[in-house]
Protein backbone atom coordinates (compact mmCIF):
# COMPACT_ATOMS: atom_id res chain seq x y z
CA UNK A 1 0.00 0.00 0.00
CA UNK A 2 2.87 2.28 0.54
CA UNK A 3 4.76 1.75 -2.12
CA UNK A 4 1.50 2.22 -4.38
CA UNK A 5 0.85 5.40 -2.51
CA UNK A 6 4.51 6.21 -3.08
CA UNK A 7 4.41 5.33 -6.64
CA UNK A 8 1.20 7.58 -7.45
CA UNK A 9 2.46 10.49 -5.30
CA UNK A 10 6.21 10.11 -7.14
CA UNK A 11 4.32 9.85 -10.91
CA UNK A 12 2.43 13.19 -9.58
CA UNK A 13 5.89 14.71 -8.63
CA UNK A 14 7.49 13.32 -11.45
CA UNK A 15 4.32 14.53 -13.82
CA UNK A 16 4.24 17.88 -11.83
CA UNK A 17 8.09 18.45 -12.64
CA UNK A 18 7.44 18.04 -16.73
CA UNK A 19 3.96 19.70 -16.99
CA UNK A 20 5.50 22.86 -18.29
CA UNK A 21 7.42 21.21 -21.14
CA UNK A 22 4.91 18.95 -22.31
CA UNK A 23 1.30 19.38 -23.33
CA UNK A 24 -1.31 17.80 -21.80
CA UNK A 25 -3.24 14.80 -23.10
CA UNK A 26 -6.45 16.80 -22.92
CA UNK A 27 -4.59 19.81 -25.23
CA UNK A 28 -3.61 17.52 -27.68
CA UNK A 29 -6.80 16.13 -28.26
CA UNK A 30 -8.30 19.93 -28.14
CA UNK A 31 -5.38 20.53 -30.92
CA UNK A 32 -6.17 16.87 -32.60
CA UNK A 33 -9.87 18.24 -32.83
CA UNK A 34 -9.52 21.42 -33.61
CA UNK A 35 -7.04 20.37 -36.89
CA UNK A 36 -10.23 17.95 -37.45
CA UNK A 37 -12.49 20.63 -37.31
CA UNK A 38 -10.70 22.52 -39.52
CA UNK A 39 -9.82 19.88 -41.79
CA UNK A 40 -13.54 18.99 -42.04
CA UNK A 41 -14.68 22.94 -42.43
CA UNK A 42 -12.17 23.09 -45.40
CA UNK A 43 -13.00 19.63 -47.04
CA UNK A 44 -16.84 20.92 -46.48
CA UNK A 45 -15.54 24.57 -48.17
CA UNK A 46 -13.97 22.39 -50.55
CA UNK A 47 -17.37 20.46 -51.51
CA UNK A 48 -18.94 23.49 -51.64
CA UNK A 49 -16.57 25.04 -54.18
CA UNK A 50 -16.60 21.62 -56.03
CA UNK A 51 -20.35 21.37 -55.97
CA UNK A 52 -20.53 24.20 -57.80
CA UNK A 53 -17.43 23.56 -60.02
CA UNK A 54 -19.38 20.79 -60.81
CA UNK A 55 -22.96 22.18 -61.25
CA UNK A 56 -21.21 24.55 -63.86
CA UNK A 57 -19.22 21.64 -65.37
CA UNK A 58 -22.67 20.20 -65.84
CA UNK A 59 -24.00 23.00 -67.33
CA UNK A 60 -21.06 23.43 -69.48
CA UNK A 61 -21.23 20.11 -70.11
CA UNK A 62 -24.95 19.91 -70.75
CA UNK A 63 -24.80 23.38 -73.46
CA UNK A 64 -21.73 20.95 -74.83
CA UNK A 65 -23.59 18.52 -75.77
CA UNK A 66 -26.27 20.96 -77.06
CA UNK A 67 -24.00 22.62 -79.04
CA UNK A 68 -22.04 19.10 -80.20
CA UNK A 69 -25.74 18.21 -81.48
CA UNK A 70 -25.83 21.67 -83.20
CA UNK A 71 -22.98 20.85 -84.45
CA UNK A 72 -23.63 17.54 -85.84
CA UNK A 73 -26.70 18.13 -87.40
CA UNK A 74 -25.01 21.34 -88.89
CA UNK A 75 -22.14 18.67 -89.97
CA UNK A 76 -25.09 16.33 -91.45
CA UNK A 77 -26.58 19.25 -93.32
CA UNK A 78 -22.94 20.24 -94.20
CA UNK A 79 -22.67 16.58 -95.65
CA UNK A 80 -25.97 16.79 -97.30
CA UNK A 81 -25.15 19.73 -99.58
CA UNK A 82 -21.41 17.97 -100.12
CA UNK A 83 -22.92 14.99 -101.33
CA UNK A 84 -25.04 17.16 -103.51
CA UNK A 85 -22.59 19.52 -104.63
CA UNK A 86 -20.45 16.20 -105.45
CA UNK A 87 -23.20 14.88 -107.24
CA UNK A 88 -23.38 18.30 -109.32
CA UNK A 89 -19.79 18.97 -110.14
CA UNK A 90 -19.75 14.97 -111.42
CA UNK A 91 -22.91 16.41 -113.77
CA UNK A 92 -20.78 18.95 -114.64
CA UNK A 93 -17.86 17.16 -115.61
CA UNK A 94 -19.92 14.75 -117.59
CA UNK A 95 -21.13 17.66 -119.14
CA UNK A 96 -17.76 18.98 -119.34
CA UNK A 97 -16.58 15.88 -120.72
CA UNK A 98 -19.25 16.00 -123.13
CA UNK A 99 -18.57 19.53 -124.38
CA UNK A 100 -15.16 18.53 -125.05
CA UNK A 101 -15.77 15.66 -126.77
CA UNK A 102 -18.21 18.08 -129.16
CA UNK A 103 -15.61 20.47 -129.62
CA UNK A 104 -13.19 17.84 -130.61
CA UNK A 105 -15.94 16.74 -133.34
CA UNK A 106 -16.21 20.26 -134.34
CA UNK A 107 -12.43 20.61 -135.04
CA UNK A 108 -12.75 17.39 -137.00
CA UNK A 109 -15.44 18.45 -138.95
CA UNK A 110 -13.93 22.18 -139.04
CA UNK A 111 -10.73 20.32 -140.76
CA UNK A 112 -12.75 18.61 -142.98
CA UNK A 113 -14.97 21.12 -144.14
CA UNK A 114 -11.60 23.57 -144.24
CA UNK A 115 -10.36 20.65 -146.79
CA UNK A 116 -13.10 20.76 -148.43
CA UNK A 117 -13.59 24.48 -148.90
CA UNK A 118 -10.34 24.24 -150.14
CA UNK A 119 -10.37 21.46 -152.73
CA UNK A 120 -13.34 22.90 -153.97
CA UNK A 121 -11.54 26.80 -154.51
CA UNK A 122 -9.15 24.55 -156.63
CA UNK A 123 -12.25 22.96 -158.47
CA UNK A 124 -13.53 26.41 -158.90
CA UNK A 125 -10.11 27.44 -160.20
CA UNK A 126 -9.98 24.51 -162.45
CA UNK A 127 -13.52 25.20 -163.67
CA UNK A 128 -12.98 29.07 -164.31
CA UNK A 129 -9.54 27.90 -166.87
CA UNK A 130 -12.31 25.33 -168.06
CA UNK A 131 -14.74 28.33 -168.59
CA UNK A 132 -12.05 30.81 -170.32
CA UNK A 133 -10.66 27.87 -172.79
CA UNK A 134 -14.47 26.85 -173.51
CA UNK A 135 -15.29 30.23 -174.20
CA UNK A 136 -12.23 30.88 -176.21
CA UNK A 137 -13.21 27.26 -177.83
CA UNK A 138 -16.97 28.95 -178.48
CA UNK A 139 -15.64 31.48 -179.96
CA UNK A 140 -13.73 29.81 -182.63
CA UNK A 141 -16.70 27.31 -182.91
CA UNK A 142 -18.63 30.13 -183.86
CA UNK A 143 -16.33 31.91 -186.11
CA UNK A 144 -15.88 28.61 -188.02
CA UNK A 145 -20.03 27.86 -187.95
CA UNK A 146 -20.53 31.59 -188.75
CA UNK A 147 -17.73 31.07 -191.95
CA UNK A 148 -20.06 27.66 -193.50
CA UNK A 149 -23.15 29.58 -192.79
CA UNK A 150 -21.80 32.42 -194.98
CA UNK A 151 -20.38 30.13 -197.44
CA UNK A 152 -23.77 28.33 -197.79
CA UNK A 153 -25.56 31.86 -197.85
CA UNK A 154 -22.46 32.90 -200.52
CA UNK A 155 -23.38 30.04 -202.74
CA UNK A 156 -26.83 30.47 -202.14
CA UNK A 157 -26.69 34.38 -203.32
CA UNK A 158 -24.46 33.16 -206.15
CA UNK A 159 -27.09 30.67 -207.38
CA UNK A 160 -30.16 33.10 -207.21
CA UNK A 161 -28.23 36.58 -208.83
CA UNK A 162 -26.51 34.52 -211.73
CA UNK A 163 -29.81 32.96 -212.42
CA UNK A 164 -31.63 36.56 -211.93
CA UNK A 165 -28.87 37.80 -214.31
CA UNK A 166 -29.55 35.26 -217.06
CA UNK A 167 -33.77 35.21 -216.68
CA UNK A 168 -33.56 39.12 -216.19
CA UNK A 169 -36.12 38.68 -213.63
CA UNK A 170 -36.31 38.27 -209.74
CA UNK A 171 -39.95 37.28 -208.92
CA UNK A 172 -39.53 34.01 -209.83
CA UNK A 173 -36.48 33.06 -207.84
CA UNK A 174 -35.45 33.75 -203.99
CA UNK A 175 -34.28 32.40 -201.25
CA UNK A 176 -37.07 31.05 -198.50
CA UNK A 177 -36.99 31.37 -195.14
CA UNK A 178 -35.44 27.38 -194.80
CA UNK A 179 -32.14 28.78 -196.56
CA UNK A 180 -33.57 26.99 -200.08
CA UNK A 181 -33.18 28.43 -202.89
CA UNK A 182 -37.12 28.84 -204.44
CA UNK A 183 -37.88 28.74 -208.50
CA UNK A 184 -41.49 28.89 -209.83
CA UNK A 185 -42.14 25.91 -211.86
CA UNK A 186 -43.07 27.96 -214.22
CA UNK A 187 -39.69 29.29 -215.31
CA UNK A 188 -38.81 24.87 -216.40
CA UNK A 189 -41.87 23.47 -216.89
CA UNK A 190 -45.38 23.97 -218.19
CA UNK A 191 -48.61 23.41 -216.11
CA UNK A 192 -48.67 19.64 -215.47
CA UNK A 193 -45.68 18.88 -217.53
CA UNK A 194 -42.43 17.39 -216.40
CA UNK A 195 -40.97 18.40 -219.77
CA UNK A 196 -38.33 21.01 -219.50
CA UNK A 197 -38.94 23.73 -221.65
CA UNK A 198 -36.37 25.16 -224.14
CA UNK A 199 -35.82 28.36 -222.70
CA UNK A 200 -35.09 27.74 -219.13
CA UNK A 201 -31.84 25.71 -220.48
CA UNK A 202 -29.54 28.96 -220.34
CA UNK A 203 -30.71 29.16 -216.36
CA UNK A 204 -29.82 25.61 -216.14
CA UNK A 205 -26.93 25.99 -217.82
CA UNK A 206 -25.65 28.96 -215.66
CA UNK A 207 -26.63 26.48 -212.79
CA UNK A 208 -24.30 23.78 -214.10
CA UNK A 209 -21.29 26.44 -213.88
CA UNK A 210 -21.85 27.90 -210.31
CA UNK A 211 -22.13 24.00 -209.22
CA UNK A 212 -18.99 23.24 -211.07
CA UNK A 213 -17.08 26.59 -209.85
CA UNK A 214 -17.77 25.61 -206.39
CA UNK A 215 -17.80 22.32 -206.01
CA UNK A 216 -14.08 22.35 -207.84
CA UNK A 217 -12.65 24.01 -205.06
CA UNK A 218 -11.89 21.33 -202.08
CA UNK A 219 -12.44 23.74 -199.48
CA UNK A 220 -16.07 24.16 -200.49
CA UNK A 221 -16.68 20.68 -200.81
CA UNK A 222 -15.24 19.47 -197.59
CA UNK A 223 -18.58 21.31 -195.96
CA UNK A 224 -20.87 19.61 -198.58
CA UNK A 225 -23.23 16.83 -197.87
CA UNK A 226 -25.65 16.84 -201.07
CA UNK A 227 -27.48 18.93 -203.27
CA UNK A 228 -31.07 18.13 -203.19
CA UNK A 229 -33.20 19.48 -206.34
CA UNK A 230 -37.09 18.76 -204.88
CA UNK A 231 -40.53 18.79 -206.25
CA UNK A 232 -43.56 20.87 -205.22
CA UNK A 233 -46.97 20.82 -206.83
CA UNK A 234 -50.11 22.25 -205.60
CA UNK A 235 -52.94 19.94 -204.36
CA UNK A 236 -54.99 20.00 -207.88
CA UNK A 237 -55.10 16.24 -208.69
CA UNK A 238 -55.10 13.09 -206.77
CA UNK A 239 -51.67 12.60 -204.23
CA UNK A 240 -50.14 10.28 -206.27
CA UNK A 241 -49.94 11.86 -209.60
CA UNK A 242 -48.95 15.00 -207.53
CA UNK A 243 -45.98 12.88 -205.95
CA UNK A 244 -45.42 11.50 -209.34
CA UNK A 245 -45.43 14.81 -210.89
CA UNK A 246 -43.28 16.38 -208.62
CA UNK A 247 -40.73 13.14 -208.70
CA UNK A 248 -40.20 13.56 -212.58
CA UNK A 249 -39.93 17.33 -212.56
CA UNK A 250 -37.16 17.40 -210.27
CA UNK A 251 -35.34 14.28 -211.55
CA UNK A 252 -36.02 16.23 -215.19
CA UNK A 253 -33.82 18.69 -213.48
CA UNK A 254 -31.03 16.85 -212.23
CA UNK A 255 -30.31 14.67 -215.23
CA UNK A 256 -30.01 17.76 -217.39
CA UNK A 257 -27.97 19.03 -214.71
CA UNK A 258 -26.00 16.22 -214.85
CA UNK A 259 -25.88 15.53 -218.56
CA UNK A 260 -25.60 19.28 -219.99
CA UNK A 261 -22.39 20.78 -220.98
CA UNK A 262 -20.89 17.26 -221.91
CA UNK A 263 -21.65 16.46 -218.76
CA UNK A 264 -19.14 18.76 -216.76
CA UNK A 265 -20.98 18.45 -213.16
CA UNK A 266 -21.45 14.46 -213.55
CA UNK A 267 -17.93 14.38 -211.80
CA UNK A 268 -19.77 15.69 -209.34
CA UNK A 269 -22.86 13.11 -209.08
CA UNK A 270 -22.33 12.22 -205.76
CA UNK A 271 -23.65 14.96 -204.09
CA UNK A 272 -26.63 15.21 -205.51
CA UNK A 273 -30.03 13.74 -205.60
CA UNK A 274 -33.63 14.52 -206.31
CA UNK A 275 -36.85 14.26 -204.67
CA UNK A 276 -40.52 14.61 -205.04
CA UNK A 277 -43.07 15.65 -202.52
CA UNK A 278 -46.08 16.06 -204.03
CA UNK A 279 -48.51 18.26 -202.52
CA UNK A 280 -47.08 18.14 -198.65
CA UNK A 281 -45.11 20.81 -198.42
CA UNK A 282 -46.98 23.78 -199.49
CA UNK A 283 -45.73 27.29 -198.42
CA UNK A 284 -48.88 29.30 -199.69
CA UNK A 285 -52.60 28.17 -199.15
CA UNK A 286 -53.92 26.20 -202.12
CA UNK A 287 -56.81 27.88 -201.58
CA UNK A 288 -56.43 30.37 -204.03
CA UNK A 289 -54.78 30.59 -207.86
CA UNK A 290 -51.57 32.49 -206.56
CA UNK A 291 -51.35 30.16 -203.24
CA UNK A 292 -51.33 27.47 -205.62
CA UNK A 293 -48.42 28.92 -208.35
CA UNK A 294 -46.24 29.61 -205.39
CA UNK A 295 -46.52 26.06 -204.42
CA UNK A 296 -45.59 24.46 -207.68
CA UNK A 297 -42.01 25.40 -207.45
CA UNK A 298 -38.62 23.41 -207.58
CA UNK A 299 -36.41 24.07 -204.40
CA UNK A 300 -32.84 24.06 -204.21
CA UNK A 301 -31.18 22.87 -200.96
CA UNK A 302 -27.62 22.43 -199.91
CA UNK A 303 -26.88 19.59 -196.83
CA UNK A 304 -23.82 20.25 -194.61
CA UNK A 305 -22.22 17.02 -193.87
CA UNK A 306 -23.25 16.56 -190.27
CA UNK A 307 -19.33 15.03 -189.85
CA UNK A 308 -17.90 18.50 -190.61
CA UNK A 309 -20.16 20.45 -188.05
CA UNK A 310 -19.64 17.74 -185.77
CA UNK A 311 -15.85 18.40 -186.24
CA UNK A 312 -15.94 21.41 -185.23
CA UNK A 313 -18.00 20.32 -181.87
CA UNK A 314 -15.56 17.64 -181.18
CA UNK A 315 -12.94 19.95 -181.05
CA UNK A 316 -14.82 21.91 -178.54
CA UNK A 317 -15.97 18.90 -176.62
CA UNK A 318 -12.24 17.70 -177.01
CA UNK A 319 -11.41 20.62 -173.38
CA UNK A 320 -10.50 18.56 -170.71
CA UNK A 321 -13.13 19.10 -167.74
CA UNK A 322 -11.99 18.89 -164.17
CA UNK A 323 -13.60 15.66 -162.60
CA UNK A 324 -15.58 17.83 -160.52
CA UNK A 325 -18.32 15.20 -159.83
CA UNK A 326 -15.51 12.36 -158.42
CA UNK A 327 -13.74 14.80 -156.40
CA UNK A 328 -16.87 15.67 -154.79
CA UNK A 329 -17.87 12.63 -154.06
CA UNK A 330 -14.36 11.44 -152.91
CA UNK A 331 -15.02 14.33 -149.86
CA UNK A 332 -18.60 13.38 -148.96
CA UNK A 333 -17.28 10.05 -148.30
CA UNK A 334 -14.22 10.98 -146.91
CA UNK A 335 -16.20 13.80 -144.60
CA UNK A 336 -20.19 12.95 -144.31
CA UNK A 337 -20.97 15.70 -141.96
CA UNK A 338 -19.09 18.26 -143.88
CA UNK A 339 -21.43 20.99 -145.79
CA UNK A 340 -22.36 19.47 -149.10
CA UNK A 341 -20.07 21.31 -152.05
CA UNK A 342 -22.43 23.39 -154.67
CA UNK A 343 -22.90 21.26 -157.53
CA UNK A 344 -20.53 20.78 -160.08
CA UNK A 345 -20.77 22.49 -163.48
CA UNK A 346 -21.86 18.99 -165.99
CA UNK A 347 -19.40 18.36 -168.96
CA UNK A 348 -21.46 19.68 -172.03
CA UNK A 349 -22.74 16.67 -174.01
CA UNK A 350 -22.21 15.95 -178.01
CA UNK A 351 -25.08 16.87 -180.18
CA UNK A 352 -26.85 14.57 -181.83
CA UNK A 353 -26.16 13.67 -185.60
CA UNK A 354 -28.18 15.38 -188.09
CA UNK A 355 -28.99 18.40 -185.62
CA UNK A 356 -27.19 20.57 -188.04
CA UNK A 357 -28.11 19.51 -190.95
CA UNK A 358 -31.20 20.66 -190.16
CA UNK A 359 -30.20 23.70 -189.39
CA UNK A 360 -28.45 24.34 -192.28
CA UNK A 361 -29.61 22.34 -194.58
Request: hydrophobic share 30%; glycine share 4%.
Given at each position: MRRAGYS???RKEESGGEQGFWPSYADMMSAVALILFFLMLLSYIQNLITG????NTQEVLA???LRVTEAEADYADAMARYAAAQKELEGLTDDLNRKQDELEAYAIQIAEQTDTITAQEKLIG???AYLAAADNEIVAMRNQMQTIAVLRLSILNQIRDSIVDVMGDSSKVKIGDNGNIILSDGVFFDLG???IKPESEPVLRELIQVFTTFLNNP???QYIDSI??????DSTGTDEENR????DRANSVLNYLLSADNGSLSRYAEYFCAAGYGENRPVASNDTTAGQAQNRRIEISMILKDETVLDIVDQYLAIDVPDTRSALSAQEEASPAATPAPSATPAPTATPKGWFGGLFG
Open positions: SVANDLQDTRDQKSSQDNAVISGHTILST
